[in-house]
């Protein structure tokens, strides 16, 4: 069983920053972001798999970083030259280990006003 507690959403102006944080318990094979936007899908963001690897969307390369604190078991999603078209609510997900169940945060809203 792994749960999540994300932190950081809030309104920005375009080009701001701004930094989401995920704490996870439990044991996670990766950690990563997802974010919808009103009407549309769900689409990755960035995801970190334990190797280290990190695997962004094409939207959010160059502009996002995804990191870990292995002695929090935090994860940080740090937004960068933020545009409206980057407003979504923003969800956390994880896939546990063992097992690869997938678990969801409760999502932050991120708002980029122009």
């Known amino acids: 069983q792994v749960q999540l507690v994300e932190s950081g959403g809030g309104l920005v102006q375009a080009g701001g920053s701004l930094r989401l944080s995920c704490a996870a318990s439990?044991?996670?094979?990766?950690i990563g972001w997802y974010r919808q936007a009103p009407g549309k899908q769900r689409d990755l963001v960035a995801i970190?798999?334990?190797?280290?690897?990190?695997t962004y969307g094409d939207s959010v390369k160059g502009r996002f970083t995804i990191s870990r604190d292995n002695a929090k078991n935090t994860v940080y999603l740090q937004m960068n030259s933020l545009q409206p078209e980057d407003t979504a609510v923003y969800y956390c997900?994880?896939?546990?280990?063992?097992?690869?169940?997938?678990?969801w945060g409760q999502g932050t809203q991120v708002t980029v006003s122009s």
């Open positions: 970190l798999a334990n190797s280290g690897m990190a």
């Open positions: 997900r994880a896939v546990s280990t063992p097992g690869r169940a997938i678990y």
């Open positions: 439990g044991s996670t094979f990766s």
